[in-house]
């Protein structure tokens, strides 16, 4: 994929961290359910209105 675009190679940390995006994939789902679940709980201690809990809901749909 890079190859034709840049002339250098790449940084081996931006390989890494590339190379990971497969195993982050197959977390997404739970990452999201925790966001949402961390959202509900900013709302229940008053740090965020219910209009932002939706807002931020919704982004995260």
């Known amino acids: 994929m890079w190859a034709g675009r840049f002339r250098q190679p790449l940084d ?3 390989e890494r ?5 497969e195993f982050d994939r197959r977390l997404l ?3 999201i359910a ?3 679940a961390h959202a509900r709980t ?4 008053g740090i965020v209105s219910a209009d932002e809990l939706i807002s931020i809901l919704q ?3």
């Open 17 to 21: 961290w590339q190379r990971s995006f």
């Open 42 to 45: 900013l709302k229940n201690a």
């Open 34 to 36: 925790a966001s949402r």
């Open 29 to 31: 789902a739970y990452e």
């Open 12 to 14: 081996p940390g931006f």
């Open 59 to 61: 982004g995260l749909d």
